[in-house]
């Protein structure tokens, strides 16, 4: 950055190439000495006090292992921000712009794509940066983390090594064509500002244009428009004058305003059109591979582990499990799609040609019989249940097995661990009559849950399992009744000392203002809300009989099923919710068509 001393160095008889090495492999070298002195210190003193065992170890050398591949890459990126620009503080911001290009630019896609396509899946955007240095290695310890093992990361510490090989071959060849005239000045070689600059501007209309319509939020995108006009001005004329250290450039150069502008223009009308068609592609049946389909009910209802039993999101779960293969069906339902409905899903469409399509969307409820081939189909109950797969059952009962129980939701009741295999038995028989007209129609009527206790080396890890029985699952049942239990009924009237019941009177909401006001909203159904406490035993039979308790899912039930105006709250005889014997949920909701009749007119607001 300074002339006096570029004129020094230029004038010692040493060839561009040494100098550039030794500079360069002298700033490797201030980091990696002292690095290296502390990290074999730690090691030695972790040795003597007996903390340095295999798994230790190994995680020491991987930890090393990923520092120094992220140093050189980010040491290399910082090189060529350093070789391409001419004064400091320029250079920082060429660096920082280095390492978010890709991450801004990939969340951008992901807000574009989210705001103008309907069918758009979050699923089918990763957000983290490939080309870039601190992304390999947040990349690498997400796959060290799910492996178990430091040799998943290994193809990530490769491409870290040749990224850090291509940045140190470009700022050799950036030094080697450098100008010495460039010290001082904003960019060092005048042919990149334009394109800088253009590469700069686009992505920041983009997200001001977006910023814009997220705060206006107006369907005629005009505000937004005139906010990504305004930003390729204001951020041309701004660049423009970094570039030439002198306010009046601010009107320089444009026909590269004109090129900005129209970049983002392009851009806008790819998105606000579909000029890609992303809304209108539909599979091609010849074409497809398998189809995972991700249902919103099993993306936040279930628990996914592997052999370790890691846990495992619902996405990489699916997608390791063979997909279905009903291609009739799925295209079918594809075809009829919506963004309205009552049944939401996600497919990822594996084409042979080894591409993944996402899309999200919304069908009928009226789509049964389709619904019910993808539902219910051998491949789809196999990847949605755990049970399903022979290894990972092994693994799990090998650990301590806590809890396994049978509960109604309000109570629960031990079962014998002898009883295990007969159970995963009766209810993998119960999933083949599994499909959408059983879920939609059947009102859970129990749950089996156990929990397996895996000791770890610094302390133990707990994964609890649940499984819900349907009025359909006839072994299941039989099982239970088998050992003296019921799924007949949620809960015991005898055990029960009164219900206190919450009429939220949605019907008296306050109206949507238009201008969010929704603490008014709610102060509106804290006002009109009604509470009363029942305790004759007929009522409380009644009420008994309408009870669903909150526990229980109510996701694949038809709209209006389940009443959304009632709260209650189930108060046991002689304080059972703090004794041993109860574990189960005092807190419910009412079936819509068994609420009594008088329940409306005892909690009526007056």
């Known amino acids: 950055y300074s002339k006096k001393k570029v004129d020094f160095y230029h004038s010692v008889p040493v060839k561009k190439s040494r100098r550039f090495a030794v500079i360069y492999l002298n700033g490797i070298f201030i980091f990696l000495l002292p690095y290296m002195a502390c990290f074999l210190l730690a090691i030695l003193l972790a040795g003597l006090n007996g903390a340095m065992g295999g798994d230790n170890a190994s995680a020491a050398l991987t930890g090393l292992l990923r520092t120094v591949m992220l140093f050189l890459g980010t040491y290399g990126l910082a090189a060529v921000a350093v070789m391409m620009t001419g004064n400091l503080v320029i250079t920082a911001f060429a660096v920082t712009v280095f390492m978010v290009y890709e991450f801004v630019l990939r969340l951008l896609l992901h807000s574009y794509c989210g705001h103008f396509y309907k069918y758009f899946s979050v699923e089918s955007v990763n957000t983290v940066p490939f080309f870039s240095p601190i992304g390999q290695m947040v990349i690498s310890v997400d796959r060290m983390g799910k492996a178990s093992s430091w040799s998943a990361a290994i193809p990530n510490f490769l491409l870290a090594a040749v990224m850090a090989i291509v940045f140190a071959w470009l700022s050799w060849f950036c030094y080697k064509i450098r100008p010495a005239e ?23 209309s983009l997200g001001t244009g977006m910023l814009v319509q997220d705060l206006i939020g107006e369907t005629p995108y005009g505000m937004m428009i005139f906010g990504m006009a305004l930003a390729v001005v204001v951020g041309s004329c701004v660049i423009e004058v970094i570039y030439e250290a002198d306010i009046r450039a601010i009107f320089h150069k444009k026909y590269q305003i004109l090129a900005a502008g129209g970049g983002v223009a392009l851009i806008f009308l790819t998105f606000s059109c579909d000029l890609l068609g992303f809304d209108r592609w539909e599979p091609d049946p010849d074409k497809l591979e ?18 370790d039993l890691n846990s495992v999101n619902n996405k990489e779960h699916f997608l390791a499990k063979p997909g279905i293969r009903d291609h009739e069906a799925i295209c079918e339902l594809s075809a009829r799609r919506s963004e309205e409905g009552e049944v939401w899903c996600t497919m990822a469409y594996r084409m042979k040609s080894g591409r993944v399509v996402w899309r999200n969307f919304a069908l009928s409820g009226e789509e049964e019989e389709l619904l019910n081939r993808v539902v219910g189909s051998r491949e789809y109950r196999e ?32 079962l014998p661990l002898s009883d295990m295999d007969v159970f995963r038995e009766a209810y993998l028989k119960d999933l083949e009559k599994r499909d959408y007209s059983m879920l939609k129609k059947e009102f859970v009527c129990g749950k089996i849950s156990f929990s397996a206790v895996k000791e770890m080396e610094d302390g133990y890890m707990d994964r609890t399992f649940w499984y819900e029985i349907y009025p359909s699952y006839t072994n299941t049942l039989a099982f239970l009744e088998e050992r003296g239990l019921s799924g007949d009924g949620y809960l015991d009237v005898d055990m029960v000392e009164s219900i206190t019941v919450k009429n939220r009177h949605t019907e008296m909401y306050a109206p949507e203002t238009g201008n969010g006001d929704m603490a008014a909203a709610m102060a509106d159904v804290k006002n009109y809300a009604v509470t009363k406490v029942f305790n004759d035993a007929e009522q409380i039979r009644e009420l008994a009989d309408a009870l669903y308790p909150n526990e229980f899912d109510t996701y694949w039930m038809q709209e209006g099923a389940i009443s959304e105006d009632y709260e209650v709250t189930v108060q046991y005889k002689n304080g059972l919710t703090d004794s041993s014997y109860y574990r189960g949920n005092e807190y419910a909701r009412l079936i819509a068509d068994r609420i009594p009749a008088w329940l409306e007119r005892e909690t009526a607001y007056e």
């Open 182 to 204: 460039a010290t001082g000045k904003a960019m060092a070689f005048p042919k990149t500002k334009g394109i800088v600059k253009i590469l700069l501007v686009i992505p920041f």
């Open 290 to 307: 398998d189809t995972v389909v991700l249902f919103m009910g099993d993306m936040y209802g279930a628990a996914y582990l592997d052999t």
């Open 383 to 414: 990847a949605q249940c755990l049970l399903f797969d022979e290894e990972i059952y092994e693994v799990i009962k090998k650990q301590e097995i806590t809890d396994f129980c049978f509960s109604t939701g309000f109570w629960k009741e031990n």
